[in-house]
C-alpha cells in the first residue's frame, strides 16, 4: 500500500500524474523541486522503506534510451533499455536493486512522450534490415505497478505503430488486464520470470505465486500474445533437477511452443558492488553467501554449477521448440563460439 507520494512540483498539474494520484486517493501527496532529494540521500534504511515504499513521481532527465548490457539479447540486431520505473514493489531475495540506489522508494517517470522521442530516435539509426528490442523491465519489473502507471497501454499503442521496434514486457506479477483489454500486438514480447515454486515461494518476495504467472501466460496465450520464458537467473538449490524439470514440463503444459517467442536462461550475476552492499544488507542470506566467480565483469554462480543446470534446463525442453528461440547469458560467450548466443542443440 503506498501511503506517500512525493512529486516535482512543477508536475502537480500534468494529466499522467493527476490520474496517477486518483488511482491512490489515500495517499498523502509531498511536493518537492526533484526526486533525487528523497531518493538519493545515504544513510536511509533501505530495507525499513521496502516495508512500505513511497511513489515518487518525477521527470526523467538525460538519456532516456540506452544500450543493454552485453549478452541480454533475444534475438533482434540492437538492444536497448528504457526505465519509466525504477525499483519495484516486490522484493525478491536477489535483486540487484536492493544494491543499486539508496532507496527503496518506486520513482515513476512521467514523462513517457520523451521516451517515445528517444525509441523513435534509435530506431531512425537502424540499418537496413535491422530491428532493435527495448527491454522495459530492467530497473523495475514491467507491469507489477500497471493498474497505477497505465504505461502498457500507452505503449503498445506506440509500439504498434513501429514494427521494426519489439517491446519486451517482463514481469512477475500477474498484471495483465491492460493486455487482454486489447488486441495483441505482433512486436511485443510478454516475459514471464519464473523460477522452481519451491525455491520462487521463498524468494520472490511479495510476487505472485510461479502457478498463477503460468495460468496468466496460458490466459495471454490464448489471447494471441508472443509470450517470453525467463529462465534468468537460473537460482541453485536443493533439488534444482527436479524443480527446474517440473518448472518447464508446467510451463509448457500451459503455453503451446508456437505462442513462446523466446526462452532465455542465465546465471545468477551481479556486479561486484552491488552483491557486496546486499550481503551487507543480508548478513545471513545463503542465496548471497553462496560462492560466485568473475565472468565478464560481474560476480556469477560458478560456472560448472550454472552450466549444468543450463544443460539440463536445455535437455528437458520440448522437442517442438524450435531451438533459435532458445538464448543464454552471455551473448559474447556464444559469439566466441561462433552461435550467437543461441544454443546449437
Ligand atoms: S520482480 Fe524483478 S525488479 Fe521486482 S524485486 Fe523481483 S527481481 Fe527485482
Not at 519486451?168 to 512486436?187: C, F, G, H, M, Q
Amino acid at each position: 500500500m503506498i501511503e506517500t507520494i512525493y512529486i516535482e512540483s512543477d508536475l502537480l498539474e500534468h494529466p499522467r500524474a493527476r490520474s496517477v494520484m486518483k488511482r491512490l486517493p489515500r495517499a498523502r501527496v509531498v511536493s518537492c523541486d526533484h526526486y533525487g532529494e528523497v531518493f538519493n540521500p545515504h544513510a536511509q534504511d533501505f530495507r525499513l522503506q521496502k516495508e512500505n515504499p513511497s511513489l515518487l513521481i518525477a521527470r526523467k532527465r538525460g538519456r532516456m534510451v540506452l544500450p543493454v548490457p552485453p549478452g541480454s539479447g533475444i534475438g533482434a540486431e540492437q538492444d536497448f533499455y528504457f526505465s519509466h520505473l525504477l525499483n519495484c514493489p516486490y522484493d525478491c531475495r536477489y535483486c540487484f536493486l536492493q544494491g543499486s540506489y539508496n532507496s527503496a522508494g518506486l520513482v515513476l517517470f512521467i514523462n513517457y512522450e520523451d521516451f517515445m522521442t528517444a525509441v523513435d530516435e534509435r530506431i531512425g539509426e537502424l540499418g537496413d534490415g535491422e530491428r532493435a528490442c527495448f527491454f522495459s523491465g530492467y530497473d523495475g519489473d514491467s507491469l507489477a505497478l500497471d493498474a497505477v502507471t497505465g504505461f502498457a497501454g500507452e505503449f503498445l499503442s506506440f509500439f504498434e505503430q513501429r514494427p521494426r521496434a519489439w517491446l519486451e514486457l517482463r514481469t512477475r506479477s500477474v498484471n495483465t488486464a491492460a493486455l487482454l483489454a486489447r488486441e495483441p500486438i505482433d512486436n511485443c514480447v510478454v516475459a514471464f520470470s519464473l523460477s522452481p515454486p519451491a525455491v520462487a515461494d521463498r524468494l520472490d518476495i511479495g510476487a505472485p505465486p510461479v502457478r498463477s504467472r503460468l495460468k496468466a501466460m496460458a490466459g495471454l496465450a490464448r489471447a494471441g500474445w508472443k509470450l517470453g520464458a525467463r529462465l534468468d537467473p537460473l537460482l541453485f538449490h536443493d533439488g534444482w533437477e527436479r524443480g527446474y524439470k517440473q518448472l518447464i514440463d508446467d510451463l509448457f503444459a500451459c503455453v503451446p511452443t508456437s505462442s513462446l517467442h523466446s526462452l532465455s536462461l542465465g546465471p545468477l550475476r551481479f556486479p561486484p558492488k552491488v552483491l557486496e552492499k546486499m550481503r551487507r544488507l543480508h548478513p545471513t542470506d545463503p542465496l548471497l553467501a553462496a560462492p560466485t566467480e568473475e565472468w565478464l565483469g560481474v560476480r556469477v554462480t560458478p560456472r560448472d554449477i550454472h552450466e549444468q543446470m543450463q544443460r539440463l534446463c536445455v535437455e528437458c525442453l520440448p522437442a517442438s521448440l524450435d531451438k533459435s528461440r532458445v538464448f543464454c547469458w552471455p551473448a559474447n560467450e556464444g559469439l566466441a563460439r561462433g552461435e550467437q548466443s543461441r544454443l546449437a542443440v
